[in-house]
């Protein structure tokens, strides 16, 4: 996809924040660029370990299935090499255990394919195909904390300190022709871009307050399981506890649990476990009773989805943009973050041939063209956040509640249905948009589905059990 001949439209493009999101900016603008240089505070480990720029990599990262198929457009063969070096290739629909407030859904066998890895072992794989890339260079342990503009106001570099710890280190100016923004959840540009005179982007946030504990156990040899992953999802509002376990690389499975409206999962070893036992579904607590653990429990509570609308400004400085997470961050329990990175990055890509010779009009183009490519994701993460007790942010419109009951009649007739089950999985991992759960054949069965269920509540109302009749005598 960004294969190509080499279009020059600037010297130096310089990238803050070289994780997933700007590894891929980088990508895209050394076609663009003689040289592109990543900025991290972090130092990239040679090898895939944690690192503290990144605290969500402790946590189960699950790549999309349209995430991996892209991602092996921008580098061919990336799949072959994360599964060479451990990742465990799974057919999602024949291994990967799912189940649904109504019970496990069926499993056979499909083409949809997925390698599961930590995401320490992705980040590694992609900065490597990276390092390969001549434009390209690394420069870590320094932050960036300003823009720097040119005499006309455009762009014209970054104004970076040593991450030495102290405030008071002297910066130093990075120029460039082109400076991209990935510095994640955290991102400083709209203070930045008040710094410089223009309006910082609204935001809206919606937080279901929900908070992940994972820990790394040994995958047991025999394991009693015909599954390699489990998936049990929260289902507000009724279920507001779930659970994966991923099978990764060095033989290790990741468990992370996920509790929405603030029933977080417990860090200490007790409560980890017993907090499986109030799963609707004891799988996950069964699978983990006996394996054993290899490292600490490690708590994580900021996953509000966060969408800050740099599309609705009324300008932008020429030269620069902003990607993932410092634009879009969902509640990681969708698992999207690092798909929308790899879709952004072909986004950018889309926008450069058309405007990379109007570098004027370029910032703004692209921010419109990435809102619209977040729009499905966030839709579908905040679709399921609303329902959260507790939740907080900006109200769905009343549509959504005839939506939610819908939804609700697809993942009771998940478990029974295989078309069904295909097509919400293929929506789940963007493969599909949303409007395929509603196509003739689905909406039908659905619709089926929902009548029946009202004929029985109404059959229920009218004639409630002897039981319930002497309990309320009884009071
Ligand atoms: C708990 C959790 C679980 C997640 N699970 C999933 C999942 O299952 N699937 C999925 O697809 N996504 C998941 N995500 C989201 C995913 O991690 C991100 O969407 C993805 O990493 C892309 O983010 P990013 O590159 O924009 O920013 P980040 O990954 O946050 O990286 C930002 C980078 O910028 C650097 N940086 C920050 N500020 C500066 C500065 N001023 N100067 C220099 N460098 C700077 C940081 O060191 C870091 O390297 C999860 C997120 C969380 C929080």
């Given at each position: 996809m960004v294969q190509g001949t080499l279009q020059q439209h600037g010297n130096h493009a310089v990238v803050i924040g070289g994780s997933m999101a700007g590894m891929l900016a980088a990508r895209v603008l050394a076609e663009h660029f003689a040289h592109v240089t990543i900025v991290d505070r972090d130092h990239w480990p040679a090898e895939p370990e944690f690192r503290a720029g990144v605290p969500q990599g402790r946590h189960v990262h699950i790549f999309l299935a349209r995430g991996q198929q892209v991602l092996e457009q921008i580098f061919p063969g990336i799949g072959a090499k994360v599964i060479a070096a451990g990742a465990v290739p799974i057919d999602i629909l024949n291994d990967l255990q799912y189940y649904s407030g109504t019970g496990a859904a069926p499993r056979f066998p499909s083409a949809l394919r997925l390698y599961l890895s930590s995401r320490p072992l992705l980040e590694t794989l992609v900065q490597q195909e990276l390092a390969r890339q001549p434009a390209i260079t690394f420069r870590p342990g320094v932050e960036a904390v300003a823009l720097v503009t040119d005499d006309a106001g455009r762009v014209a570099g970054v104004e970076l300190r040593p991450?030495?710890?102290?405030?008071?280190a002297p910066t130093e100016t990075l120029a460039a022709d082109f400076v991209v923004d990935a510095?994640?959840?955290?991102?400083r540009a709209p203070q930045w871009l008040t710094a410089l005179g223009y309006d910082s982007p609204t935001q809206t946030t919606v937080d279901s307050h929900l908070g992940y504990a994972s820990r790394i156990y040994r995958r047991p040899a025999d394991a009693g399981q015909d599954w390699q992953a489990l998936l049990i999802p929260e289902q507000a509002p009724a279920i507001l506890r779930g659970g994966v376990i991923w099978p990764v690389e060095d033989d290790q499975w990741i468990v992370t649990l996920a509790g929405s409206g603030g029933d977080y999962p417990p860090t200490d070893d007790a409560g980890f476990l017993d907090y499986t036992r109030g799963m609707v579904h004891q799988a996950l607590y069964t699978a983990i009773k006996d394996a054993e653990p290899l490292s600490p429990i490690y708590g994580y509570r900021r996953t509000a989805n966060q969408l800050r609308?740099?599309?609705?400004?009324k300008r932008l400085p020429a030269n620069f943009i902003v990607v993932g997470d410092a634009v879009c961050a969902f509640n990681p329990v969708y698992g999207q973050g690092m798909t929308a990175a790899v879709l952004g990055a072909v986004v950018l890509q889309g926008c450069w041939q058309r405007y990379g010779r109007d570098r004027a009009a370029l910032p703004l183009q692209f921010q419109r063209a990435l809102a619209r490519s977040n729009t499905t994701p966030w839709l579908l993460a905040t679709g399921s956040d609303?329902?959260?007790?507790?939740v907080e942010g900006a109200l769905p419109p009343r549509s959504a509640r005839l939506t939610h009951r819908y939804l609700d009649g697809v993942l009771e007739l998940i478990t029974r249905d295989r078309e069904i089950y295909t097509t919400f999985i293929q929506v789940a991992h963007l493969?599909?948009?949303?409007t395929a759960l509603f196509r003739p054949t689905i909406a039908a069965k659905v619709g089926w589905h929902l009548l029946r269920q009202r004929g029985k509540a109404a059959r229920a109302d009218e004639n409630p059990p002897a039981t319930k009749q002497h309990e309320a005598h009884d009071q």
């Amino acid at each position: 996809m960004v294969q190509g001949t080499l279009q020059q439209h600037g010297n130096h493009a310089v990238v803050i924040g070289g994780s997933m999101a700007g590894m891929l900016a980088a990508r895209v603008l050394a076609e663009h660029f003689a040289h592109v240089t990543i900025v991290d505070r972090d130092h990239w480990p040679a090898e895939p370990e944690f690192r503290a720029g990144v605290p969500q990599g402790r946590h189960v990262h699950i790549f999309l299935a349209r995430g991996q198929q892209v991602l092996e457009q921008i580098f061919p063969g990336i799949g072959a090499k994360v599964i060479a070096a451990g990742a465990v290739p799974i057919d999602i629909l024949n291994d990967l255990q799912y189940y649904s407030g109504t019970g496990a859904a069926p499993r056979f066998p499909s083409a949809l394919r997925l390698y599961l890895s930590s995401r320490p072992l992705l980040e590694t794989l992609v900065q490597q195909e990276l390092a390969r890339q001549p434009a390209i260079t690394f420069r870590p342990g320094v932050e960036a904390v300003a823009l720097v503009t040119d005499d006309a106001g455009r762009v014209a570099g970054v104004e970076l300190r040593p991450r030495t710890g102290t405030v008071a280190a002297p910066t130093e100016t990075l120029a460039a022709d082109f400076v991209v923004d990935a510095s994640g959840r955290d991102s400083r540009a709209p203070q930045w871009l008040t710094a410089l005179g223009y309006d910082s982007p609204t935001q809206t946030t919606v937080d279901s307050h929900l908070g992940y504990a994972s820990r790394i156990y040994r995958r047991p040899a025999d394991a009693g399981q015909d599954w390699q992953a489990l998936l049990i999802p929260e289902q507000a509002p009724a279920i507001l506890r779930g659970g994966v376990i991923w099978p990764v690389e060095d033989d290790q499975w990741i468990v992370t649990l996920a509790g929405s409206g603030g029933d977080y999962p417990p860090t200490d070893d007790a409560g980890f476990l017993d907090y499986t036992r109030g799963m609707v579904h004891q799988a996950l607590y069964t699978a983990i009773k006996d394996a054993e653990p290899l490292s600490p429990i490690y708590g994580y509570r900021r996953t509000a989805n966060q969408l800050r609308h740099y599309e609705r400004l009324k300008r932008l400085p020429a030269n620069f943009i902003v990607v993932g997470d410092a634009v879009c961050a969902f509640n990681p329990v969708y698992g999207q973050g690092m798909t929308a990175a790899v879709l952004g990055a072909v986004v950018l890509q889309g926008c450069w041939q058309r405007y990379g010779r109007d570098r004027a009009a370029l910032p703004l183009q692209f921010q419109r063209a990435l809102a619209r490519s977040n729009t499905t994701p966030w839709l579908l993460a905040t679709g399921s956040d609303f329902r959260v007790p507790g939740v907080e942010g900006a109200l769905p419109p009343r549509s959504a509640r005839l939506t939610h009951r819908y939804l609700d009649g697809v993942l009771e007739l998940i478990t029974r249905d295989r078309e069904i089950y295909t097509t919400f999985i293929q929506v789940a991992h963007l493969l599909k948009p949303p409007t395929a759960l509603f196509r003739p054949t689905i909406a039908a069965k659905v619709g089926w589905h929902l009548l029946r269920q009202r004929g029985k509540a109404a059959r229920a109302d009218e004639n409630p059990p002897a039981t319930k009749q002497h309990e309320a005598h009884d009071q």
